[in-house]
């Protein structure tokens, strides 16, 4: 089950009863990675998305983690740092979102709640995200810190490991990206350079929690949040050959899972496999025949089914015995309570 953000968590940004119910309820997805869950409040970029960096967040995620290790499944959390893609209401003190380089992604909106802060949770609506201002050195430092004492506060947690958001336009990606990341220190410009950030964090991690826990997902040609590389074939498999060398359990591709978006050439991916040594997981729009033919022609070690799991919480028993599935309900995604959540039968009920 690949991370998906359901912005359901309660005041403090702490994870509640009911998602442990709802990660509960799919343990017996042969690993589940947990929704992002923000590193700091400056890498949060949707309204009621969980935590992970205090000592409250920690304990809400236990609930969670015991849950699902006592129906017998794993689970990974997905460490988030949102970087640009923020809005100045979920900032401290109001502050401007960061990132690599000042650029604005127009057209890209976040997920506030500008009526109702702390306790109290208005409806939530879509609005372009705020400018960003540029990260200076030290700030980059520290926040390499706080991955690793998010990695921490995750196996106190009772996570099984943590996989780093590499994907999706976020700040590990916006350094990596050649658009997004302009900068002319030691994290701008050559390609050794926009992947420092990166090995870093890994290396931070790794050193924190130990690198046989640590996975991270790259979404090599995705464009969400306007984040674009120039030559990203060339780019993301340099950052395999790296995270091969660093070591770590897996890489989890998101593909690109929109009408109309770029299709990984079946060269691309050999080339990841001759690139790294470790587990691939793959993840968008997969079916079942779809999977097993990624598993059979070796591109893939394990597929993640996103949608299919939210309205399917016995999703390996439907796709095992053939089962018709259920069809998710969209606006049920983000926010609200169990509705759409964990109200979705299984075949036996
Ligand atoms: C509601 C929703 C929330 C998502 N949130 C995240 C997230 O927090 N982190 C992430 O890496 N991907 C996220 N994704 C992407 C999914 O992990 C997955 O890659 C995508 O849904 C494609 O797989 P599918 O076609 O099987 O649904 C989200 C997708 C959905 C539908």
Redesign the pocket.
Known sequence: M?????SRSAAGEVATDLMAEYYAQRASAGLI?S??TQISQQGQGYAW?PGIYTEAQAQGWQKVTRAVHEKGGKIFA?L?HVGRISHVSLQKDGQSPVAPSPIVAEGVKVFVDLEGKGSERGTGSMIQHSPPRELAGLEIKQIVHEYAHAAQNAIKAGFDGI?L?G??G?LIEQFIDSGTNHRRDEYGGSLENRLRFLKEVVTAVSEAIGKERVGI?Q?PLTTLMGAVDEDPETTYLAAARLLNELGIAYI?I??A?WEDAPIMSVSFKEAYREAFKGTLIY????TRAKAEEALQKGWADLI???????ANPDLPYRLKHNLPLNE?I?ER??GGGSQGYTDYPTIQS
């Open positions: 690949p991370p998906m953000t359901r990675i929704e992002g998305t997905q988030w996989e958001h994907a999706n976020y997902r979404a989890h998101a593909e899972d993840s968008g729009k997969y993640g089914f996103g949608r299919p799991f939210i998710p969209r995604f983000f």
